[in-house]
C-alpha cells in the first residue's frame, strides 16, 4: 500500500473512531440527568459575555470537582466564546477545541479523497476546505434556527413575566419561571441569567450577557426597560405588555414579507446553485472538456465573466427581496 493509502486509511480511522466515542460519551450521559444538567450549565457559562468572569470562574472551578475525568479535561481545554456559543445553540455537548479537531480532520479526510480520484490537485484542496467549513455553516444555519425560535417565545415569556409580577412576584422570581416553565431555547437562556443572578452578578451584568449570547434587538429593548424600571420606578408589568404586543407586530410583519418574497429568495438560489452543480458536475464527468476553461485564453475571459455575473446577479436578487424592517 502507498503512503497516501496508508494516511487515507488512518485518516478514516480516527475519524470513526472520533464519532463513535462521541456517541458513547452522548449514550453514556443521557443516563445521568443530573449530570447532563451540570454540564449544560458549565457550557452557558464559559459560552457567555464578557461580564462577571471572575464570579462565574468561582463557580466553574468549584464545579469541575465533583465531574467526571473526561468532562474535566474536556470543559478545561482552552474555550472560544463566540464559537462555543454557537456549539451551546446547536446543543453539541462538545467545545470549541473539540470542535476545531474535528473540522480539520474532516478537511484532511475530503483533501485525501480528493487527491486519489479527483484529477487536480487544486480540486482536492477545495474538496478539504468545504468539508472543513461545512460543519461551521451548520452551526450558522442552526444558530439562525435558534435566533427565530427565541424571538417567537419571546412576547409569551414577557406576558408570562407580567403576570408574574402583577401578582406580586419579584422581577427575579419571574425570569425563574420562564426558566421552568417555558420550553427551548429560552428556558435555557433565562436559566442561566436566573443562574448567574444567583451566583452574584448584578441584573445588568446578567442582562448584558444574556443580550451577548442572543443579539436580538427585541431583546435589548426588553433589557433596556427592565434596567430603566430598576433606576427610575414605574409600572414594569405594563412595560412589559407594551413590548409584547410591538414584538408580535414585528414578527407577524415579518412572516408575511418573508412570504411575499419566498418566490424571489427562492428562484436567486435555484440561479445561483445551478451553474455550481453543473460545473462540478462535468468537472468529474468529463475533464478534458471543461479544463479548456483554464488552459485557453478564451476560457480565462468566460470563466472570469461568469464569476463577475453570478456575484452581480445574486446581489441585485438579494437587494430586490431585501425589505428592511
Known amino acids: 500500500m502507498d503512503l497516501l493509502g496508508i494516511l487515507l486509511s488512518a485518516t478514516v480511522f480516527i475519524f470513526t473512531v472520533a464519532i463513535v466515542g ?3 460519551l452522548g449514550w453514556q450521559e443521557s443516563h445521568f440527568i443530573e449530570k447532563r444538567r451540570v454540564k449544560k450549565r458549565l457550557l452557558y457559562i464559559s459560552a457567555g459575555g464578557r461580564h462577571g468572569q471572575e464570579k462565574l470562574a468561582k463557580y466553574r472551578a ?11 479535561f474536556a470543559l478545561s481545554l482552552p474555550r472560544l466564546s463566540s464559537l462555543d456559543n454557537l456549539l451551546v445553540k446547536a446543543q453539541m455537548p462538545i467545545n470549541a477545541t473539540v470542535f476545531i479537531i474535528g473540522s480539520v480532520a474532516l478537511g484532511m479526510l475530503g483533501f485525501l479523497i480528493g487527491y486519489r480520484y479527483l484529477p487536480q490537485t487544486i480540486a482536492a484542496v477545495g474538496v478539504g476546505l468545504i468539508l472543513m467549513l461545512l460543519p461551521f455553516v451548520f452551526l450558522k444555519i442552526t444558530e439562525q434556527l435558534y435566533y ?5 417565545q419571546l412576547p409569551e415569556a414577557l406576558d408570562l413575566l407580567a403576570r408574574a409580577m402583577r401578582s406580586g412576584h419579584a422581577l427575579t422570581s419571574g425570569l425563574e419561571m420562564i426558566g421552568k416553565e417555558m420550553g427551548d431555547p429560552i428556558r435555557s437562556e433565562f ?3 436566573v443562574d448567574e443572578i444567583n451566583l452574584g452578578l448584578t441584573l445588568k451584568e446578567a442582562m ?12 435589548r429593548f426588553f433589557a433596556i426597560a427592565i434596567l430603566v424600571q430598576k433606576e427610575t420606578g414605574g409600572n414594569v408589568a405594563e412595560i412589559l405588555d407594551n413590548i ?6 414585528r414578527i407577524q410583519f415579518k412572516r408575511q414579507v418573508k412570504a411575499l418574497t419566498a418566490e424571489g429568495r427562492y428562484s436567486a438560489a435555484v440561479l ?17 472538456y471543461l479544463s479548456m476553461l483554464w488552459t485557453e485564453k478564451l476560457g480565462h475571459y468566460l470563466l472570469f465573466g461568469a464569476i463577475v455575473m453570478q456575484i452581480v446577479g445574486a ?3 438579494k437587494r430586490i427581496v431585501t425589505i428592511e424592517i
Open 62 to 72: 468549584s464545579v469541575l470537582k465533583d465531574i467526571g475525568t473526561f468532562e474535566r
Open 148 to 152: 427565530e425560535n427565541f424571538g417567537s
Open 191 to 193: 436559566a442561566a441569567t
Open 244 to 249: 409584547s404586543r410591538l414584538i408580535r407586530e
Open 315 to 317: 446581489y441585485i436578487i
Open 208 to 219: 448584558d450577557n444574556l443580550c451577548e449570547r442572543v443579539p436580538l434587538s427585541d431583546l
Open 272 to 288: 445561483i446553485a445551478l451553474p455550481i452543480f453543473m460545473f462540478i458536475y462535468i468537472y468529474i464527468t468529463n475533464y478534458d
Open 22 to 24: 462521541v456517541i458513547y
